[in-house]
């Protein structure tokens, strides 16, 4: 049994400023940022003010909830972010969950978190210097007592660190336990069958035929529930802490 | 010899990396048991405890994926990296 956990496979380098290399990530991420664009323009295109359609039903539901969320977390003033914190939670869940159809799942690559995690403290910096000024923001760092400037510093540093690791440690520990279940699987099927003798035995035992079924409840947990879990988790964080960032001390 | 060395400090220190799953264990389990006696208290209020009970859950098990990740990447990651730069 051959497992192993390496990075996203790189399927060719454009050689241009040193070499680019094109990975599975940034591929099936502009899958993915295709099935959002084409669901968003099926969801919407034809839409009318009375005798509403289902689909037209499902797309103000869709809407309603993602603005309650934001304005809910946030209070009315900050309206503006839905769009953002709704591109945020359907790109994460749909990454999360691509590596059902046997893709290799973007948000199990860093980079896509860490993206995520440094546009959240981009935005985060900024509304805690439009609250309090460039001076108000350094200041804040000495609040309580001066001597916990360096733990300030480390705890605002951790902020997007955290966000992005503990995304992907639950995906990419999904995705291992995953493939450490179907191998585990597929060995004992190999040794079951080849008990049968003869040519029967030599065929049956390389299809992996115990591989059925139980990865798939095991994948309820790991890929359905701790995917949406993190892109919730990932969502409210974000607009708990630009809430917070954003009320002048 | 050397690689032994290092295969072997990379084996005891994914053992040591997963001592950190006893702190969400401990704390999760006590955060359902509030969650519980809280539903005993008011039993209308199951759905909303539930679902913040999930939401506090998955937040406090951070610092146990964090270790979990790094035992991984001890098993899986460093042996490579650190034979090749042997």
């Known amino acids: 049994m051959n497992i192993s956990v390496q990075g996203a496979p790189i399927y060719f380098t454009i050689p241009i400023f040193g070499g680019i290399p094109i990975s599975a990530t940034l591929v099936v991420t502009w899958l993915i940022m295709a099935i959002v664009t084409g669901l968003c323009l099926w969801l919407t295109h034809d839409m009318k003010v009375s005798n509403v359609s289902k689909r037209q039903a499902v797309a103000e539901f869709l809407v309603e909830t993602a603005r309650n969320f934001t304005v809910g977390n946030m209070g009315e003033k900050f309206a503006y972010f839905t769009p953002f914190v709704a591109a945020l939670f359907t790109l994460s869940l749909l990454s999360n969950l691509i590596s059902l159809v046997g893709l290799y799942s973007p948000t199990a690559d860093l980079s896509t978190e860490a993206a995520w995690a440094v546009l959240v403290f981009a935005l985060i910096t900024y509304h805690k210097i439009k609250a309090n000024g460039f001076g108000g923001y350094l200041k804040g760092f000495t609040q309580p007592i001066p001597v916990l400037t360096p733990f300030n510093i480390l705890s605002e540093i951790a902020t997007p660190i955290s966000m992005a690791c503990r995304h992907f440690g639950n995906i990419l520990s999904g995705t291992v336990i995953n493939a450490l279940i179907y191998g585990a699987l597929a060995l004992a099927s190999h040794a079951l069958f080849g008990l049968l003798p003869g040519l029967l035995g030599d065929v049956l035992s390389q299809i992996p035929f115990l591989d059925v079924g139980l990865p798939a409840i095991t994948s309820i947990y790991f890929d359905w529930f701790s995917g949406a879990m993190q892109a919730f988790i990932f969502c409210m964080l974000t607009t708990m802490y630009i809430a917070n960032a954003a009320e002048a001390d | ?86």
Do not use: H, N, W
């Not at chain 2, 220190?13 to 950190?20: K, N, Y």
């Not at chain 2, 939401?55 to 098993?75: K, N, P, S």
């Open chain 2, 1 to 86: 010899m050397e690689s032994a060395i290092v295969l072997a400090g990379c084996a005891i220190g994914a053992g040591l990396a997963l001592i950190a799953g006893i702190g969400p264990g401990i704390g999760e389990g006590y955060a359902v048991g509030q969650a519980l006696s809280a539903i005993g208290r008011q039993p209308e209020c199951k759905g909303d405890v539930t679902s913040t009970m999930l939401l506090g859950c998955a937040i406090a098990e951070t610092t146990g994926i964090y270790g979990f990740v790094t035992g991984l990447l001890l098993i899986f990651v460093a042996p490579g990296m650190f034979l090749g730069m042997l």
